[in-house]
């Protein structure tokens, strides 16, 4: 890649590569042009996640979190950015109001930092629409034109995904990440994510051909959530997951026909 990519662009991908194999192999399946903008967001992504577990000291892990809020806060207002192999780029690709917005990306992990269960179950939706479906939406709104109320289904539906497989090691850091842990709430969740999918894949038309690398990302989303309400056993197992095959036809698939 570095032909094509300045030093932080490729720290970007070498981040994410090492960090989040699968938004790797999604942006590598994307257009280069599509690549400079999907690896700095998707190195925030790491860098954002890893922040609440930087310390077990809390006032540590905030005061990281809280320099991604003031550096897109910075970009917001359009102030010249941080010179940081991540920012730098991310002011390259994110309008003011972006980054504005994606405060709330940063802000919602604070929920990692502590054990407090979520309030209910709005309180759990939150989460996983600001640090999925936000995440998305600066993606694909930077790639071309896409609808913000598809991009939230979708990005939903892929959070939750990404939250099941997610869920042991939580539970073994002392989280409790579901109000409802029981095969029957698993169900019901994963309906519900099931749902949300349908309802951003029967409006399509109003993602661009541009915008939809950015929904490469969720490739996975639609056959996890069906074996989570299949076999909720199998959150809690760990076993949440595809074959190398399953995930390159699937992959490649969504890539030459374009139908996330």
């Not at 504005?100 to 209910?120: K, Q, S, T």
């Not at 790639?143 to 991009?151: F, I, M, P, S, T």
């Not at 029957?184 to 951003?200: F, K, T």
Request: contains cysteine; proline residues 7%.
């Amino acid at each position: 890649m570095s032909d094509v990519f300045d030093a932080d662009l490729t720290a970007c991908a070498d981040l994410v590569q090492r960090a989040d194999p699968d938004r790797f192999a999604a942006a590598m399946a994307a257009p280069v042009a599509a690549r400079r903008v999907l690896f700095p967001l998707y190195a925030l992504a790491v860098e954002v996640a890893r922040a609440p577990w930087a310390s077990a000291e809390p006032m540590i892990a905030e005061m990281r979190l809280q320099w991604w809020r003031d550096a897109l806060e910075e970009l917001a207002l359009g102030k010249p950015p941080r010179r940081h192999p991540v920012v730098t780029p991310l002011a390259g690709i994110l309008s003011p109001q972006m980054a504005a917005r994606l405060d709330g990306f940063v802000a919602v992990r604070r929920w990692d930092i502590y054990r407090d269960p979520f309030e209910d179950d709005a309180d759990l939706t939150r989460y996983l629409e600001e640090s999925s479906a936000s995440l998305l939406c600066a993606a694909a709104t930077a790639l071309g034109q896409a609808d913000e109320g598809v991009l939230r289904e979708y990005g939903y539906a892929t959070g939750l995904a990404n939250w099941f497989r997610a869920i042991p090691e939580l539970e073994a850091r002392g989280r409790i990440p579901l109000l409802d842990g029981t095969p029957a709430g698993i169900r019901q969740l994963a309906e519900e994510g099931l749902d949300r999918l349908s309802r951003a894949r029967a409006k399509r038309a109003m993602i661009s051909p541009a915008a939809r690398p950015a929904l490469l990302a969720g490739w996975q989303s639609g056959a996890l959530l069906r074996q989570a309400h299949k076999e909720p056993a199998r959150v809690a197992a760990g076993q949440l997951g595809l074959s190398p095959f399953a995930r390159n036809l699937r992959l490649g698939l969504q890539v030459s026909t374009g139908r996330w």
